[in-house]
């Protein structure tokens, strides 16, 4: 079993991941399990302080470093009486490294406990940073409020990932497609179920003709052409010019 502790101002938030969907059966079932922390319990004082003024001055608030690194601290231990080797601890901060799918593939393949801490206010206290932990994940150049969303789209996008955590149908489908693309990935082509005709729009002819090999023909090309015209950058050799006829056209 994979385990995720999150150190977090939040942990009712993490029902969301543990709760529903994929990610909430393979909790149920001991694929994964989320363990979140309340860090306000590792604060010193009868206040439960986690943050303070920045030096040097300036807006907002500054998480200090030692209730987090108290935090980081017992969770360490707790994975070790747990049986868990040491994992890595990840702060969520939008100044961290971008994540895409093939960093969540091999993450997904990666050590069986990790640590992930977010953030709230302005900023962490960043001898935290330089003592407690191993790498900085972003989402991308957007402004959250925290790192806990962050931290759960990562939890979905890796616990989805991990052996037995998607019906053999969907894991199939999910495997001839995870290696099209420079980063891993070309669209969808577009779907279509019932009714045949909706608002006037009928379903492409092929799609009902029951000729499968003409269908995969159609939706390969459908989807290339959907990733040409929604997100050219995907197909992009390393160059920077778009491929004009590479690994994703075969
Ligand atoms: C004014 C400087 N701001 C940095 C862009 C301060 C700031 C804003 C928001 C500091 C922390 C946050 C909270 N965001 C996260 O913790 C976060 C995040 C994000 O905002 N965007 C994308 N990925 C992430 S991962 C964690």
């Known amino acids: 079993m994979t385990r995720f502790d999150v150190v977090t101002l939040f942990p009712e938030m993490f029902d969301a991941v543990t709760r529903f969907g994929i990610t909430g059966r393979a909790c149920e079932r001991k694929l994964a399990a989320v363990v979140a922390h309340q860090l306000r319990d590792y604060a010193y004082d009868t206040y439960k302080t986690i943050d303070d003024r920045p030096y040097g001055g300036g807006p907002g608030m500054v998480m200090m470093a030692g209730p987090l690194t108290e935090a980081v601290v017992a969770v360490k231990a707790q994975q070790q009486a747990a049986g868990y080797g040491p994992g890595p601890v990840i702060l969520m901060s939008p100044s961290g490294q971008r994540i895409d799918q093939s960093m969540i593939d091999r993450l997904a393949q990666g050590p069986a406990c990790w640590t992930l801490v977010c953030g709230r206010y302005e900023g962490v206290d960043q001898r935290f940073i330089d003592q407690q932990v191993d790498e900085c994940w972003s989402l991308g150049d957007f402004v959250l409020s925290g790192g806990e969303i962050a931290a759960m789209a990562i939890l979905d996008a890796v616990i989805r990932k991990l052996p037995g955590a998607l019906g053999e149908p969907e894991s199939a489908i999910q495997e001839s497609f995870s290696q099209q693309g420079p980063g891993g990935g070309i669209l969808d082509w577009p779907h279509y179920t019932r009714p045949e005709v909706f608002a006037g729009e009928a379903v492409p002819d092929v799609l009902l ?37 590479g690994k994703a056209s075969t």
């Open 209 to 245: 003709s029951g000729h499968h090999e003409r269908i995969a023909d159609w939706r390969k090309r459908a989807a290339l052409a959907a990733t040409q015209k929604l997100r050219p950058d995907l197909l992009a050799t390393p160059s920077g010019k778009p491929d004009p006829g």
